[in-house]
């Protein structure tokens, strides 16, 4: 029953990233071409209330639901890693103008071309997970 | 909008494009609630979760994952879909996309038109590139996406792991992984997209 609170925020979500229009192609070329402050903005927010949200959690020692502290996994520093895969992501990110959350949302709007986006993620996923040990990491 | 009367109406001013720092404002909330409910903000990792679902785990250790850890991502994204859902049906925007008329005039020299009322097209998806009904369409989805999926599980992490979750706990590769999100984006947008468009 606890994935029914996962799914209102999920929905939450979806209305979210529809009515601030960072689910269309057109606001991220338009970030990538630097002629709009709208995607900086909505991700610059985000970063910083985040930022602010995360502090006083872990500084007022707020328990989760689960019981746990609030943490976050460190990622090994990987230099080479990060670059690498972060731009592939990106001339992806840039191609169909939007990353996985709305891939999703879009389909919710009534996009079907996103089935074959979400499949092409899928099977860049699965493709990672064969030649992962090959990839310098 | 006037807020005087009856000229006012809940609907229409939830209906207009939400300002950035609104939107902003609203991901940190989610990024919040999701930290609270004791989960971490990140979307990529369904595509994985597909993969295993589909029996990938056999073959290759990476994908051999416990599902029943990863049914709260799978209900998140499905709310996404049904959030888009219900925003077209009922906070539907009367314009298209406001974006810039500097990209809008570019676009154009490229032979990308932008629609000018939201009868010729809502500016979310150019369909004219992306559809099923041309091969170069099907290719560029599944390539994009593809490249998404895969720079996603190799860096760990997509948007919502890394811009918005990684940044906001200070975390350095999450900042080196959000470079080279630009050093691609800037790279496909300025060379490579030209180009495909001019095939």
Known sequence: MKNISFFTVGIFFGIVMTKSEAISWFRIHEMFRFESFHMYGIIGTAVVLGAAAMWAMKKFGVKTLRGSEVTYNPMKLSIRRHILAGSIFGLGWALVGCCPGPMYILLGNGYFIMILVLLGAILGTYTYGLVMDKLPH | MELIGNTFSFWDFVSQPWHWAVSGAAIALILAILTWMGRSFGVSTTFRNFCTMAGAGKRTPFFDIDLKEEYWRIAFVLGGILGGFLTVQFLHSPQ????????????????????????????????????????????????????????????????????ISGLAHLQLPSLITVIGFFIGGLLMTHLLFPLLMGL
């Not at chain 2, 974006?99 to 809008?104: F, N, P, Q, V």
């Not at chain 2, 041309?134 to 190799?154: D, E, N, P, Q, T």
């Open chain 2, 96 to 163: 298209p996309v406001g974006i810039s008329e500097s990209t809008i005039e570019y676009l154009g020299s490229i032979g990308i038109e932008y629609p000018n009322s939201d009868k010729e097209g809502r500016g979310f998806v150019p369909t004219e590139i992306f559809n099923f009904t041309s091969i170069k369409g099907v290719i560029l989805a599944l390539a994009g996406g593809f490249l998404v999926g895969f720079g996603a599980r190799y860096g760990d992490g997509c948007t919502s792991g890394h811009a």
